[in-house]
């Protein structure tokens, strides 16, 4: 019964490289998303998937990439890392329907030095 | 261009009184409301949520009220437990609109 789980817990990149971010689900759900967390900003939404094969953008996407070519699976790319990159990252999945019920994954720490 | 509003960065309560957390939108479309717990080096978790056609739902201590004249929504928790000590934050929802947003959060801390 794992849940929503992503790798990897830490990392630190140097600006300008480039790095994915995992996310598995096992709950199939077809609503998949990534949140960035900043200190005084809540959670903000990078991208969000709907479906295998069917994503858009949220509030911040600038400098992220995502796909989704399983139900499962929602991987995150930086490009091209940058301090301004350095946050918590949350990948959720939600119930079907209006409720959006999210279940988050534990988190990312990324530090871009 | 915060929708979803929490202006109490950070709130202390005694253990066994009352916990109010606070949450503004501005959103008009918002019609449908959540809470999560986020406890340090974890993900958010689900607590309880409302839908705009309530004023209120109730899950243990656990009480959520919506005011949507005012546009504002609340959490009350009694009475409150020192496991209760952690960063509270609202999301609001458009029916089709996919997209949850969050408020900035408010870390509630429970004093023994």
């Known amino acids: 019964n794992a849940g929503v789980t992503q790798t990897p817990k830490f990392q630190v990149l140097k600006t300008g490289q480039s790095m994915t971010l995992q996310c598995a689900q096992d709950?199939?759900?077809?609503?998949m998303s990534w949140y960035r967390q900043d200190p005084g900003m809540g959670l903000r939404l990078i991208h969000y998937?709907?479906?295998?094969?069917?994503?858009d953008q949220g509030e911040v996407p600038n400098g992220y990439n995502v796909s989704r070519s399983t139900t499962e699976d929602f991987p995150l790319r930086l490009l091209s890392a940058a301090p301004s990159q350095t946050s918590v990252y949350f990948c959720?999945?939600?119930?079907?329907?209006?409720?959006?019920?999210?279940?988050f994954g534990q988190g990312t720490r990324l530090t871009v030095v | 261009d915060q929708q979803v509003k929490q202006n109490s960065p950070s709130l202390s309560v005694q253990e066994g009184r009352i916990s109010i957390l606070n949450c503004d939108y501005t959103n008009s479309m918002f019609d449908y409301f959540l809470w999560y717990k986020k406890y340090p080096a974890e993900g958010p978790t689900f607590l309880i949520s409302?839908?705009?056609?309530?004023d209120k739902n109730e899950d243990g201590r656990f009480t959520v009220f919506l005011n949507k004249s005012a546009k504002h929504l609340s959490l009350h928790i009694v009475p409150s437990q020192p496991g209760d000590s952690a960063v509270y934050f609202c999301a609001a929802i458009i029916q089709g609109a996919q997209k949850l947003v969050f408020g900035q959060g408010t870390r509630l801390t429970i004093n023994p």
């Open positions: 998937s709907v479906g295998a094969g069917i994503t």
């Open positions: 409302i839908s705009s056609i309530k």
């Open positions: 959720a999945s939600s119930t079907p329907g209006v409720t959006k019920k999210a279940f």
């Open positions: 709950m199939n759900h077809e609503y």
